[in-house]
């Protein structure tokens, strides 16, 4: 059995979140949540509170052991981006793009 937790439209570039989502991928839930609250990065505190929630999702919902807790699956995906402009020289106008991040992680029971 499995459990899910999905935050979206988190104003951070998928890309630097992606670098913190790849440092849990695998590990048991415990170890991960370590590793989150001492990873030096601004994305760690969100996918944190992603992991948490999955973790509670799976005892609370699916009456699994939480120290028996595997993250399955951890990605990111890209949101929307939001279009700003800013004014330039002569006239003209960059486009700024901040863009957003959809974090899903997916805990399951270790077997074995």
């Known amino acids: 059995m499995e459990a899910k937790a999905v935050a979206k439209y988190i104003r951070m570039s998928p890309r630097k979140v992606r670098l913190v989502v790849d440092l849990i991928r695998g590990k048991s839930a415990d170890e ?4 989150l609250k001492y990873t030096n990065k601004r994305a760690a505190h969100a996918v944190r509170k992603v992991l948490k929630s999955a973790v509670a999702n ?10 028996q807790l595997v993250v399955k699956a951890a990605y990111v995906d890209e949101g929307p ?18 863009r957003t991040s ?3 992680v ?3 029971e270790k077997h074995g």
């Open 32 to 35: 991960a949540d370590q590793i």
């Open 102 to 104: 959809h974090i899903t």
């Open 58 to 67: 799976a005892v609370n919902n699916h009456d699994l052991l939480e120290d």
């Open 81 to 98: 981006t939001l279009k700003r402009i800013l004014p330039r020289a002569r006239g003209r106008a960059d486009i700024i793009k901040k």
């Open 106 to 108: 997916i805990v399951e």
